[in-house]
């Protein structure tokens, strides 16, 4: 039988592999490769979340590597944006480019007049002239096809294509309009050689154990119980406190339930809370539905004993910055002194030209 793990078990382990037990003295890049990558749907949380998991990290290091054209952000896991390395941007969009397939099967039949393929590669011509935003393209659309829905010829042209999101956009203190161009044009013609097997063992690098049904959710694919089972031989297996069977790699970290845990705070749309079908081991059932909005919104949060205890948001005005927390349950006295020292230390770095900081408990 199955070493069962329980929630602590499986927590601690999470949050070792995603650099949370201890700050790392880790580069960037090398943190960002780790983590394969990391939710960016807004621009800022990605910093936010290297911050809390790097020692000494400045908040610009990540806006360096996508001036350089070492890192850069692109749909991929799920169909959403994540900031990866070059070198996995490469590696990644071949396998998730199904997620958008399965999108452009959904809406076939308003495409079956259009001929799909001349429209993408007309848009990827002026995509590849000059990075452009989305209304750009649209109004581009509208003028060469004029009796077509130009927002649904750009859509499938988003699906269609390896976008990747230009600077500044993305880089830290840094504003504009999210512009695209290809892949291929931004970094110059590559090859790389996907691989799911790879994209299962970087997963449970960075996210194990997990279920077959943890992978999936994190990748936003199907079908991955086969490539699980030909990794199996090289896997070890548990049991959760439900009997699903969880994989994993021999050698990965499982420091054990009575790991300490310390304060951190995590970003909104931090990968930690998005990447595993069961996610009781970082997120009450009853807390999520707090962090989580209808709209699509996961709002940043805070640890305490390596779970969610509550939410966070910096609020600016008259040269001060604020660091609002809304705990979900009473803190004990040791945490509240931890995370207002951690909090400010995050003020300190994300607003150092502040007047003055504070950290408030509502």
Partial sequence: MATELGRRALNRALLARQLLLERHAMPALEAIEHLVGMQAQAPGPPHIGLWSRLADYSLEEAGELIADRRALRMVLMRGTLHLVSARDARALRPLTQAIRDGHLRSRAAE?????????????????????????????????????????????????????????????????????????????????????????????????????????????????????????????????????????????????????????????????????????????????????FTVNGIIRATFLVDGFVHGMWKIEKGRGEAVLRLEPFAPVPRPERAALEEEGMRLLAAAHPKAKAHGVEFG
Avoid at 269 to 276: G, I, M, Q, V
């Fill in 111 to 291: 495409l079956e007049r259009v001929d799909l393929a001349a429209v993408v590669a007309w848009a990827r011509a002026l995509l590849e002239e000059e990075p452009r935003t989305d209304k750009d393209l649209r109004a581009l659309l509208a003028e060469r096809w004029p009796d077509e829905d130009p927002a649904l010829l750009a859509w499938a042209v988003r699906l269609s294509l390896p976008l990747v999101q230009v600077p500044p956009r993305g880089i830290w203190g840094a504003s504009g309009a999210a512009k695209h161009t290809t892949l291929d044009n931004w970094l110059g013609p590559g090859a790389s050689a996907p691989s799911l097997e790879d994209l299962v063992r970087r997963y449970l690098a960075a996210f194990g154990p997990a279920s077959v049904q943890d992978v999936q959710q994190w990748a936003g694919l199907t079908r991955l119980g086969e490539v699980v089972e030909r990794l199996r031989p090289e896997l070890v297996t548990f049991q959760d406190e439900n009997g699903r069977t969880l994989y994993d790699l021999p050698d990965a970290p499982r420091p054990g339930p009575g790991a300490e845990a310390p304060v951190r705070f995590v970003p909104d749309f931090d990968n930690l809370l998005l990447s595993h079908a069961d996610r009781t081991r970082v997120i009450s059932e009853e807390h999520r539905g707090r962090v």
